[in-house]
């Protein structure tokens, strides 16, 4: 019993990575005011990238360095759509969705069904093999340890430090910003661009790591799960986090049940992770107010500055 | 004007400053002198070009010809941080904070230092300049008048040596006025000097030593304010006199048009305006005014009464119209019922931005046969429209002009003139001259009350006292979410209701 409790704790982590590294991309993507619906897309067509860059060279940190690279990339054209031309932000954000879809099934096409062994988890002397906490905090893999430290940095940018702010307020009134002498397109677009990295990091990590390996639909709605995190985590960093976790903690839970025998119809079983994480969120974020100080107000609004 | 030798050129000279948008010239060959300590005001219409050279100054745009010289030194302001750095800060007409961060955290936007040092400085320049602020306030909890006071602290903490101020005035009770003009006198007696938008010419007389005049982009004229008598500027500005409403004693009937009874409305949004227990009534023939400072209550009454917000069904009968009830009915059916509605807001909601001024027309005037068998008439829609445009003197490239592309003052001009053209039984307006020049004011004010001697029943809620006082026949005044009883407008003073606007209800309305 214990084992399983500290599997699903542990196991957690790893799978919240992907959707808490989505997450925080998004989240300041939308702190700018800007809607990307492009990050289901985005995350697998990094994931197919970097799969088949890992599979054929053996070497991960290229697979992730030139996912990074093609991430930003299309992104760019998401950018140029949005804020070159000021096109609708959601249409542009699925057509850049799907394009990055199918791009996923072509830079994969070769490695359907390909499995390939993921890489060792870091192992720390002496915390490492502390009981209980050992296997849950100190057996990760780096990549999810830089996900939960960015959730963190991203929360210490926006409420400390006067970039952040700046950031946060364009967002808020982009003709104010803009009257104040903020750059208001060149900031949503350094945005995009690490909204971009951040999913691109999330899909190669679902492929590489998470469950090494290709399939077309290995996403499997990810994206969509981030997405919906930044707005149940109403665009607070460390509320995602732990919605991510919950998340995760909740799909492990339901393999963990099922192990036991326990009868439960799946279908209650399969929803639960889902239906739990935004009663959870809801429940803890429902201050008015702070929705309000927190929430984007330009959300989805483009801005073209006057010459 | 030749300048001595061993005097200083003059803090800004603006030479030939020209400024097109597409074939519009916004300005044309302007040039202007500035010297320390010197108040200058900028008379002008709207859409004399006022804002866009303000603008310029302040490098959130670039002129297409012309330069600016600084201190004896051709400058390049190619952003506002320029500006900002050459020592040239600016008050916005809208302001420039933002409700999600405090006072401190929105002035250390512009202002470089830690959040605990601003904060010390801010309270050392409060003090110095009798600007009660306190930095840590979050500033969506702020009224008008310490927003504004946030907004010159953010400038003086820069050391400015020129100042600009678009229409400081235009939202402030009677009484900030006077402290900001204190204020603005120390200044400019410590060699800052002003460049000052208004279209309140006492004003300009009382703080400005210069003013120059735009009209079409071009300067024509200057004068000096403290000389000129009111008339005079204003017949600078707009070209010949202004006329000031006639204005009879009303006669209203018995009859409530439009009654409130207890109107109570608890706002979901934790920064928006709630109402406690508000009651009046208008009947057809009075204009009744509504004072108070802005973000007390005003635009959630304004949206309860057009059906925006819409009361649950036992509560319904709070708002009635000619006797029905009418609070959980839609705008449509209201207007139906002869109420038409002029909103604060001119782009968003009472117009679509981007659409033009004939489809714009439409949204409203559906109802008067623009519309046969859910087909557009483009034949009444295009009189419609233009009839429209030259009732009120709208200045615009006629009626396919898309409504963004309008000044402030003009497109208000436009939407009264759409509503009055509905011949409304009752006429809800929110600031009806909010932003327009002295002269387009006076004949909105004209239009009122003509529109009142035809048995209309007017409501206006405006944060204009002067207005109120000019046309209302019965004024309320607002604050925080209360109305209070109605007071006749030709026995009470400005300063009652300057009191009343403070919250001070019950011992002015003893003392009245």
């Known amino acids: 019993m214990t084992d399983t409790i500290i599997f699903v704790l542990a196991g957690a982590f790893a799978t919240a990575t992907p959707l808490l590294l989505a997450a925080i991309g998004e989240v300041v993507v939308e702190k700018t005011g800007v809607m990307n619906l492009s990050v289901e897309g985005m995350m697998a067509f990094a994931a197919a990238m970097a799969f088949a860059v890992t599979y054929q060279t053996g070497n991960i940190v290229l697979g992730f360095g030139l996912v990074v690279g093609a991430s930003v990339a299309l992104s760019l054209i998401f950018s140029i759509l949005v804020l070159g031309f000021s096109a609708n932000q959601i249409i542009s954000g699925l057509a850049v969705g799907i394009l990055g879809l199918g791009l996923s099934g072509l830079a994969g096409r070769n490695f359907e069904n390909l499995t390939m062994m993921a890489p060792a988890n870091l192992l720390l002397p002496v915390l490492s093999d502390l009981p209980v906490v050992g296997p849950i905090l100190f057996r990760q893999n780096v990549v999810t340890y830089f996900a939960f430290a960015a959730a963190f940095l991203t929360w210490w940018f926006f409420a400390r430090t006067r970039h952040g702010r700046i950031t946060k307020v364009v967002g808020e009134e982009p003709a104010v910003a803009h009257n104040l002498g903020f750059a208001v397109i060149r900031i949503r677009l350094f945005a995009i661009i690490f909204g971009a990295v951040m999913s691109g990091l999330g ?55 099922q192990a036991t025998g326990f009868s439960v119809p799946p279908q209650i079983m399969t929803s639960l992770p889902y239906i739990m994480t935004i009663v959870v969120l809801a429940a803890v974020s429902r201050n008015a107010l702070l929705i309000r100080l927190n929430a984007p107000v330009s959300l989805g609004q483009n801005f073209r500055p006057s010459k | 004007m030749k300048t001595k030798v061993g005097n200083p050129p003059p803090l800004l000279r603006l030479q030939n400053i020209t400024k097109r948008y597409g074939t519009y010239v916004a300005n044309d060959s302007v040039d202007l002198a500035l010297e320390q300590g010197q108040i200058c005001a900028i008379l002008g219409e709207n859409g004399a070009g006022k804002s866009t050279l303000m603008k310029t100054i302040y490098g959130i745009q670039q002129p297409d010809e012309g330069e600016i010289v600084w201190n004896g030194e051709k400058v390049a302001v190619t952003s506002p941080s320029v500006a900002r750095d050459l020592g040239i800060g600016m008050v916005f007409q809208h302001f420039s904070l933002f409700e999600t961060i405090s006072v401190v955290e929105n002035i250390s936007l512009t202002v470089p230092g830690s959040l605990p040092e601003l904060s010390e400085i801010i309270r050392q320049k409060a003090d110095q300049y009798g600007l009660n602020i306190n930095p840590e306030s979050p500033v969506h909890g702020l009224s008008v008048g310490e927003r504004q006071r946030v907004e010159i602290i953010r400038c003086l903490m820069q050391d400015p040596k020129l100042l600009i101020l678009d229409e400081p005035t235009s939202v402030l009770p009677p009484h900030s006025v006077k402290q900001l003009f204190e204020t603005l006198k120390k200044l400019s007696g410590r060699g800052v000097a002003m460049l000052y938008i208004s279209h309140k010419l006492e004003e300009i007389r009382d703080l400005c030593h210069s003013a120059v005049v735009l009209r079409q982009g071009r300067v024509t004229g200057t004068a ?25 004693e009303a006669k209203p009937s018995c009859e409530p048009a439009l009654a409130v009874s207890d109107l109570v409305y608890d706002n979901p949004d934790p920064l928006g305006e709630s109402l406690d227990s508000v009651s009046m009534v208008v009947r057809p023939g009075e204009i009744v005014g509504i004072a108070g400072v802005s973000g007390n209550g005003q635009s959630t009454l304004a949206r309860l009464l057009s059906g925006e917000i819409r009361l649950q069904g036992d509560e319904a009968g709070s708002i009635r119209i000619f006797d029905r009830s009418v609070g959980d009915a839609p705008p449509g059916m209201r207007r139906q019922l002869g109420v038409t509605f002029v909103p604060e807001e001119r782009l968003g909601r009472a117009t679509v931005p981007t659409m033009s001024l004939a489809d714009n027309v439409l949204l409203t005037a559906h109802r008067a046969g623009l519309v046969r068998k859910g087909l557009i008439r483009r034949r009444q829609q295009a009189d419609f429209a233009d009839s429209c445009i030259s009732d009120m003197d709208v200045r615009s490239r006629g009626r396919q002009s898309i409504a963004s592309s309008l000044s402030g003052g003009n497109l208000q001009k436009f939407v009264l003139g759409r509503e009055l053209l509905l011949k409304p039984r009752i006429l809800i307006v929110s600031q009806p001259t909010w932003g327009i020049d002295v002269g387009a004011a006076a004949m909105v004010r004209q239009k009122l009350v003509d529109l009142r001697d035809t048995g209309t029943a007017i409501l206006m809620i405006s944060e204009e006292l002067e207005e109120i006082f000019e046309i209302s026949d019965r004024i309320h005044v607002m604050y925080h979410g209360r109305l209070s009883p109605s007071v006749q407008a030709r026995s009470v003073t400005a300063e009652d209701v300057g009191r009343m606007m403070m919250g001070e209800f019950d011992q002015t309305m003893r003392a009245a």
């Open chain 2, 224 to 248: 000096n304010p403290q000389q000129a008598t009111s008339a005079e500027l204003a017949r600078l500005m707009i070209g010949h006199d202004i006329p000031t409403a006639r204005h009879a």
């Open chain 1, 203 to 257: 899909g190669a990590y679902a492929s590489t790591i998470l469950t090494p390996g290709w399939s077309d639909g290995l996403i499997a709605g990810r994206g969509w799960i981030a997405f919906a995190l930044v707005v149940f985590g109403t665009w607070r960093p460390l509320r995602i986090a732990f919605g991510a976790y919950l998340f995760g903690a909740l799909l492990l839970g339901d393999l963990a049940v």
